[in-house]
């Protein structure tokens, strides 16, 4: 059984079904129900894509000693993640209470799900309002990303001043310090190296991808193929569908 996926099918799977659910119509990975391929590898996590969401996602696995592999079909690890403004909307800070500001997650969900016009996931945008400080304090405290102390601004469809920039104004900023976070456990992205198809047992559990290592964006059928077990999990975090135009239209 083949399903055509692409990248916006960045979320957690654990089944054909809830990959289905994301599949549109370019055929950039595809899902494969099948039997044991023959494994070249294996691991107990894979992580696909390189930016703020993989790996967070592979830090966090890391720590509870999982054996992790990224995998980033790019030249560079990083994404949209690493180019970004470096605004984080984070309700409580410091920042605000210095200068009186009153804020709670309860009111940036408010905020966010009228800018959103009612369309947004609400159980999603209750976790991204709650664990926003927590997500901040910990970017600042573990990692040792510097945000400025001085800049509080007040962003569209925010009912109050509450983005966080970062001190260089970039994405680069917090990649960097994942990267290093995560290097310092001993993970290091595997760039050029593309998933195709993740596959699925016959009971509908993902276990594992196909890949091409040494894949060139631009050179589509470029690199060379292997197969990759996950023995516990797949975690989709290949980013956005803007470039997705089939989709967008
Ligand atoms: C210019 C710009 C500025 C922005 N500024 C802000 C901001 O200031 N604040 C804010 O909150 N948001 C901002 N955003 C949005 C924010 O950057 C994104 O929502 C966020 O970076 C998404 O992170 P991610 O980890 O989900 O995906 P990404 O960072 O896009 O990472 C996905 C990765 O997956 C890889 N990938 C895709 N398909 C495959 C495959 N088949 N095999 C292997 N790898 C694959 C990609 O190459 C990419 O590296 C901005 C976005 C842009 C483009």
């Given at each position: 059984?083949?399903?055509?996926?692409?990248?916006?099918?960045?979320?957690?799977?654990?089944?054909?079904?809830?990959?289905?659910?994301?599949?549109?119509?370019?055929?950039?990975?595809?899902?494969?129900?099948?039997?044991?391929?023959?494994?070249?590898?294996?691991?107990?996590?894979?992580?696909?894509?390189?930016?703020?969401?993989?790996?967070?996602?592979?830090?966090?696995?890391?720590?509870?000693?999982?054996?992790?592999?990224?995998?980033?079909?790019?030249?560079?690890?990083?994404?949209?993640?690493?180019?970004?403004?470096?605004?984080?909307?984070?309700?409580?800070?410091?920042?605000?209470?210095?200068?009186?500001?009153?804020?709670?997650?309860?009111?940036?969900?408010?905020?966010?799900?009228?800018?959103?016009?009612?369309?947004?996931?609400?159980?999603?945008?209750?976790?991204?309002?709650?664990e926003a400080y927590p997500a901040y304090r910990m970017l600042?405290?573990?990692?040792?990303?510097?945000?400025?102390?001085?800049?509080?601004?007040?962003?569209?469809?925010?009912?109050?001043?509450?983005?966080?920039?970062?001190?260089?104004?970039?994405?680069?900023?917090?990649?960097?310090?994942?990267?290093?976070?995560?290097?310092?456990?001993?993970?290091?992205?595997?760039?050029?190296?593309?998933?195709?198809?993740?596959?699925?047992?016959?009971?509908?559990?993902?276990?594992?991808?196909?890949?091409?290592?040494?894949?060139?964006?631009?050179?589509?059928?470029?690199?060379?193929?292997?197969?990759?077990?996950?023995?516990?999990?797949?975690?989709?975090?290949?980013?956005?569908?803007?470039?997705?135009?089939?989709?967008?239209?």
């Amino acid at each position: 059984m083949t399903i055509s996926m692409n990248r916006r099918t960045l979320a957690k799977v654990g089944t054909l079904g809830a990959l289905s659910a994301f599949f549109g119509t370019t055929v950039q990975a595809q899902v494969k129900k099948t039997q044991s391929p023959n494994w070249d590898e294996e691991t107990d996590i894979i992580v696909v894509g390189s930016g703020f969401a993989g790996l967070a996602a592979a830090y966090e696995a890391k720590k509870r000693n999982a054996d992790v592999i990224v995998l980033e079909k790019m030249p560079t690890a990083g994404g949209n993640s690493i180019i970004n403004g470096g605004i984080m909307a984070v309700p409580g800070t410091e920042i605000q209470k210095s200068k009186g500001i009153k804020d709670s997650p309860e009111l940036m969900m408010k905020d966010t799900i009228k800018a959103g016009l009612g369309l947004n996931h609400p159980d999603k945008v209750k976790a991204m309002c709650e664990e926003a400080y927590p997500a901040y304090r910990m970017l600042v405290d573990e990692l040792g990303v510097k945000f400025s102390d001085k800049i509080l601004k007040h962003e569209g469809g925010h009912s109050v001043p509450r983005s966080m920039y970062t001190i260089n104004g970039r994405g680069s900023e917090i990649v960097t310090k994942q990267l290093a976070a995560l290097e310092k456990l001993g993970v290091k992205p595997r760039i050029r190296t593309i998933v195709d198809k993740i596959f699925v047992d016959p009971e509908g559990r993902v276990i594992g991808v196909a890949v091409r290592q040494n894949y060139r964006f631009g050179k589509e059928n470029s690199g060379k193929p292997k197969n990759i077990k996950a023995r516990k999990a797949v975690i989709l975090a290949n980013g956005g569908f803007s470039a997705d135009v089939a989709y967008r239209s």
